[in-house]
């Protein structure tokens, strides 16, 4: 009787677990009667009949993540390159990827592949790296729009790695050098221009301060000089109009002829002293005649000054 008791209860079970489904929330379930599709079960607490409904496939609807492994991809100017990547796809229809496709998964991979070779092949090596994000945006565009018989939505795709090969990185390497060095050498030869053209500009100034300088000199030794001879000029003539005066006073007269006769004997003697020559005066009247001359000088000052007095 126990005996009975427990395989009735062990049918009960297995009738309930097979009546009863539990669909997680994250989960739609496939469901099959007699072999054929029935309908798409959403999360929750089910009823199926047993032995007629099955569940046939369950899918997980949440974004799902996927690897894509490095491939050898050839760009548009003939250069292996090995690129790898990742994929964001999510399941919109759980009937379509239950029928529509045999292995959504491995599908997914493949095309993301495919489609990738595709877009590098598009590209110079150049523009690979610095045109990462278009050709992640061309890569979901194409792959969502030949995966939509199988109810897959493609998120979003990001490329991993762009690895040249071993040569092409050598070359690269030394092409990267050569542009450096060239940098380089623009870089002194920016500096070398521009300490020249300072050196040049500095020279320039230099030259032009030394000319100023100079002109400045000669303007300054122009006015001193024209100040000398406005100061011995009006010294001069001071002096003369003081000795005009002087002579028109009592004894002035006497007292340039002296002063004349003072001057000539005192330079007669020096030019003696200075020369081995002797001087002996050929004729006595002319020497009567140069004291004349000298008496008509000194007698015709006063004259002079009186007549400038009246003109004034």
């Not at 079960?41 to 899918?59: E, M, N, S, T, W």
């Not at 949440?62 to 100017?77: G, M, N, S, Y």
């Amino acid at each position: 009787m126990g005996d009975l008791i427990t395989v009735v209860f062990i049918i009960i079970t297995g009738f309930v677990l097979m009546t009863f489904k539990i669909i997680p929330n994250h989960q739609n379930a496939v469901l099959e009667r007699l072999g054929r599709y029935k309908k798409t079960l959403l999360p929750g607490f089910k009823f199926i009949i047993p032995f007629v409904d099955r569940l046939a496939y369950r899918h997980d609807m949440r974004e799902q993540v996927l690897d894509i492994p490095a491939q050898q991809c050839i760009t548009k100017d003939n250069v292996q390159v090995y690129v790898d990547g990742i994929v964001y796809l999510r399941v919109e229809e759980a009937h379509k990827a239950s029928y529509g496709i045999g292995d959504y998964i491995a599908a997914a991979i493949g095309l993301a592949q495919t489609t990738m070779r595709s877009e590098i092949g598009k590209l110079e090596l150049d523009d690979t790296f610095s045109e990462r994000e278009k050709i992640n945006e061309n890569i979901v565009h194409e792959i969502d729009k030949a995966a939509e018989p199988w109810g897959i939505k493609f998120i979003r795709y990001e490329i991993k790695n762009i690895d040249p090969s071993p040569e092409q990185l050598d070359t690269m390497e030394k092409q990267m050098e050569a542009e450096r060095q060239r940098r380089a050498d623009i870089t002194m030869a920016d500096g070398e221009k521009e300490a020249m053209n300072i050196q040049s500009e500095g020279k320039r100034q230099e030259a032009i301060n030394i000319s100023e300088g100079k002109r400045l000199k000669l303007e300054n030794e122009a006015k001193g000089k024209a100040k000398e001879i406005e100061l011995v000029s009006v010294a001069t003539a001071n002096g003369m109009r003081k000795i005009a005066e002087a002579l028109t006073k009592p004894g002035g007269n006497l007292a340039l002829q002296l002063r004349i006769l003072e001057k000539y004997i005192q330079d007669m003697g020096e030019i003696l002293q200075k020369t081995n020559v002797s001087i002996v005066p050929s004729d006595l009247a002319n020497m009567k005649a140069f004291f004349e001359g000298i008496n008509m000088v000194g007698s015709s000052i006063p004259e002079i000054t009186e007549k400038k007095g009246a003109t004034k």
